[in-house]
Antibody, heavy 118, light 109 residues
Framework: QVQLVESGGGLVKPGGSLRLSCAAS????????MSWIRQAPGKGLEWVSY????????YYADSVKGRFTISRDNAKNSLYLQMNSLRAEDTAVYYC???????????WGQGTTVTVSS | SYVLTQPPSVSVAPGQTARITCGGN??????VHWYQQKPGQAPVLVVY???DRPSGIPERFSGSNSGNTATLTISRVEAGDEADYYC????????????FGGGTKLTVL
């Protein structure tokens, strides 16, 4: 079945780095835009970044631009988020989702938790 | 940057109709998507492109979009519809960003 599974979350100190992964299955990964969305504890959804099917088009939210890098490996059916210079305010559940520009996000992973704390 | 405004909460009795609004400047010119999120779960797309439903979503969920307001309508509300609901658009006009509304907590009385 169509599925997205995130991994790579954890506890990291301010200023540290973390790399999230999202493994896709059950659909032709290379046909779809993909996105990262986060949700801070008790807060709403916040879009982080999206990447086009080929990887040639990428956009970031202003809050993460210059610190986070989205990428994908279509041969491995995987999406990534490299997070550098992490701050306390980056603490959130991070979701990967299928879609992200014109289309709605119709498939979501279960999320992976990132905690930035000393 | 583009802003979407939702009421923080909406309450409705079982069997009645719930309407959740999403306000934005000329939002009628954009495609609006709606998500349902229950506690501890990932969001689920319930309406896309203003008024279309993904497979598996009950016909009780419908959407409309005109002028400066988009609306998610849930007919014959059930206890299981209690959740947070988020609207979302893609802002193609300036920075190509994806924008979410702040979310609306639907309470079934």
């Amino acid at each position: 079945q169509v599925q997205l599974v995130e991994s790579g979350g954890g506890l990291v100190k301010p200023g540290g780095s973390l790399r999230l992964s999202c493994a896709a299955s059950g659909f032709t990964f290379s046909d779809y835009y993909m996105s990262w969305i986060r949700q801070a504890p008790g807060k709403g959804l916040e879009w982080v970044s999206y990447i086009s099917s080929s990887g040639s088009t990428i956009y970031y939210a202003d809050s993460v631009k210059g610190r986070f890098t989205i990428s994908r490996d279509n041969a491995k059916n995987s999406l990534y988020l490299q997070m550098n210079s992490l701050r306390a305010e980056d603490t959130a559940v991070y979701y990967c989702a299928r879609g992200g520009q014109l289309t709605g996000m119709d498939v979501w992973g279960q999320g992976t938790t990132v905690t930035v704390s000393s | 940057s583009y802003v979407l405004t939702q009421p923080p909460s909406v309450s409705v009795a079982p069997g009645q109709t719930a309407r959740i609004t999403c306000g934005g400047n000329n939002i009628g010119s954009k495609s609006v998507h709606w998500y349902q999120q229950k506690p501890g779960q990932a969001p689920v797309l319930v309406v896309y492109d203003d008024s279309d439903r993904p497979s598996g979503i009950p016909e009780r969920f419908s959407g409309s979009n005109s002028g400066n307001t988009a609306t998610l309508t849930i007919s014959r509300v059930e206890a299981g519809d209690e959740a947070d609901y988020y609207c979302q658009v893609w802002d193609s006009s300036s920075d190509h960003h994806v924008v979410f509304g702040g979310g609306t907590k639907l309470t079934v009385l």
